[in-house]
Structures are given as structure tokens and as C-alpha cells.
């Protein structure tokens, strides 16, 4: 069925048949066959190197690894030679594309509440994701953060969902309407400015979370699709797809913590145990249980990291031993030749 003629009705008929939510919704990935011909690419070749089955694309509540999906974006990003692919692909993503998660935020009664609805919602749609709705003092602040220590690189998905909230806000405050800021994790790319254009407001990069600031004078307008009786719907069909969610490894949710404390410095494993509300020594513990240590994951998720760092040219080398938690740019030199027997620069090199 082709995705221009979904509606509600449709989605919630197959919600009622597919399998539990193994990571993120085909919806999200609406439209992404086309916008990869429309920039060059090959869908067949981009899924089949990241291990896909073009079948995902079919069903808008069938679903696929959240690990899989964001290599998805960024192999389509290298395959169309395109490193905005992301900005662009939710450039043109309308929240009717996002399926039931889309359908809540549109039949809710404001954008405040549309917002709100859909942060809250959120964790259905797509597993191991962070999102919350924060008030400011004038404006209120949507975060988005992925949170899984298999995924190291996730700009594409950060760039395409801010994307798609800015045009959920434009069902109602207007196609021309902006955000007071955007705010992403990943570093700047080299032709950051293209990112102010796109979401015409101020943006800044390596911060905590991705997230759209939006003013407190827009959020009172009402959804033109608000609808009373079908948005309790779309809230119990899209909870029926996630009866039984899976969950990561106690490896990938530590790791999922490190990478976020590493802009902080060097990870701790007791502040790491008291955010994952559980003792030192039960962490530990479940740790050795998957032959881990916490020691052995930093240097995992450091490495990895590095490796992804490298591969932006725009980053200078003397730069990503504080983004990668040293506090000193020796120290990662060090490290880095440990791992990779080779200095950074001479690694950048030959990549």
C-alpha cells in the first residue's frame, strides 16, 4: 500500500497485526525509498549493506533494530555522497508520514499539548530514546537523545526527528513559523550554516541534547486536525505494538551511558550505577556476568568513537581527546596508538 494513502484507520488494521516493536516503526522511515532515488542513491544497495530487508519498508507498523535503522541514514548519507541527507530527508518529512506517533501529535488540541503528547509517546514509537518536554523561562524546550551503546553514530536520525517536530509546530503555526534555537549533540559538520538555513533560527552543536526551543506564544494555537475521539486511539494502538519491548544488554546500556558523560570528562562508574538506579556492585556484578568490565567499556566506547570522530575532517585531532573525556590531548594520543598502533593524524591519513 503505498504510504501517501495511509490514514489512521489503515494503521491501526495493522497495528492489530504486527509483531511487537523490535526497535523503531517503518513509518519512520516513510517516503525513504524515493528521497534516496530523488539524491542519487540505490535503496536496495543501502539496505543490503546495512543488513536490512527491504521488506521493513512495506508495513508502517512493522519494525526493525534501532542499531539497523540509524545505519540506514548514515549509509544512505555516504552512498548519495550527501552528509546533510538526514537535514534534508526531515526537511520534507510530514508528521502524517510518521504513522500513529505523527496521528497523536496531529489530533491533539494545541501545539504545546501536540508536542507534549508525542514526547510522552514517544518510547513506543522508537526504544531506547530519551525525550522530554522542558519548561524555559520564556519558551519550552522538546529533547531527543538516543540512548543505546550500540550506536555510535546518530547524527542523521538527530537531524531528521528535529525535522520532523518542526513541521509537526508548522501544521499549525504556519510553514514559515521557526524554533528560537535547534541544539544537536554530534559536532558542527563543515557546512553547519546550511542547518541555520533549513530551520531558519540559531543553531548550536555539541550540546547535551538535540532539541528545538520553541516560544510559549505558540503553543496555545490549536491543531487544525484535532480530533477528541480518534486521538485516544492512536494512543492504545500504538501501546498495543509494545506490550512486550526489548531490552538492551546491561553492556549496551552502560555504554549508552559513557558516551554521554564523556563530554563531561572521564565516565564514573558509581555516577553511572546511581543514574541507572541500581548499586555499584550490582553493576558490576552484572557486568562480569556478560565477561565485562567498566574499565574494558570505556576503552571500547572511547575507540569506537574516535574511529567515528576521525572520519570528519572538520574536527581538528587536537579537539577530540576532551571530546572523548582526557583531560589532556597527550593522553588520547597515547591511547589511540594503543588501539590503532598508528597516531591519529597518520590514522585520518590513511583512511
Not at 126 to 133: A, C, E, I, S, Y
Not at 251 to 279: D, W
Amino acid at each position: 500500500m503505498p504510504y501517501s494513502n495511509l490514514n489512521p484507520t489503515n494503521m491501526m488494521t495493522h497495528s492489530g497485526i504486527a509483531a511487537t516493536n523490535r526497535g523503531v516503526l517503518a513509518a519512520a522511515a516513510t517516503g525513504l525509498d524515493g528521497f534516496i532515488r530523488q539524491m542519487g542513491g540505490n535503496t536496495d544497495t543501502i539496505l543490503g549493506r546495512s543488513g536490512v530487508d527491504p521488506e521493513w519498508l512495506m508495513q508502517p507498523t512493522s519494525s526493525l533494530t534501532l542499531v539497523s535503522y540509524c545505519e540506514v541514514l548514515e549509509q544512505a548519507a555516504q552512498a548519495t555522497g550527501c552528509d546533510h541527507f538526514g537535514l534534508y530527508y526531515g526537511k520534507q518529512f510530514m508528521p502524517q508520514q510518521l504513522g500513529l506517533l505523527g496521528y497523536i501529535g496531529l489530533c491533539s488540541p494545541t501545539v504545546g499539548e501536540a508536542i507534549q503528547n508525542v514526547a510522552r509517546c514517544f518510547h513506543w514509537h522508537q526504544h531506547d530514546t530519551f525525550t522530554q518536554w522542558v519548561e524555559q523561562k520564556e519558551a519550552w524546550r522538546f529533547d531527543y537523545q538516543i540512548r543505546h551503546g550500540a550506536i555510535m553514530a546518530r547524527r542523521q536520525d538527530a537531524e531528521l526527528t528535529m525535522g520532523m517536530i518542526v513541521n509537526l509546530v508548522r501544521q499549525a503555526a504556519g510553514l514559515h513559523w521557526a524554533p528560537k534555537e535547534v541544539h544537536f549533540e554530534h559536532p558542527a559538520p563543515s557546512d553547519w550554516h546550511e542547518h541555520c538555513k533549513v530551520f531558519d533560527a540559531p543553531v548550536y552543536f555539541n550540546q547535551p541534547f538535540n532539541s528545538l526551543v520553541i516560544a510559549k506564544s505558540v503553543l496555545q494555537r490549536p491543531m487544525p486536525s484535532h480530533d477528541p475521539l480518534l486521538l485516544p486511539l492512536m494512543f492504545a494502538a500504538l501501546s498495543q505494538i509494545n506490550s512486550t519491548p526489548t531490552r538492551q544488554s546491561m553492556t549496551e546500556q552502560v555504554s549508552a551511558h559513557i558516551q554521554h558523560q564523556l563530554a563531561q570528562g572521564e565516565p564514573q562508574l558509581e555516577a553511572i550505577a546511581l543514574q541507572m538506579g541500581i548499586t555499584r556492585m550490582s553493576l558490576q556484578r552484572q557486568l562480569r556476568q556478560e565477561q565485562q568490565s567498566f574499565r574494558q567499556l570505556v576503552e571500547q566506547v572511547r575507540c569506537a568513537m574516535a574511529k567515528q570522530y576521525l572520519q570528519q575532517d572538520q574536527l581538528a585531532i587536537t579537539d577530540l581527546g576532551m571530546m572523548l573525556g582526557y583531560s589532556e590531548t597527550s593522553a588520547f594520543s597515547r591511547a589511540f596508538r594503543r588501539w590503532f598502533g598508528v597516531s591519529p593524524s597518520r590514522y585520518r591519513r590513511q583512511s
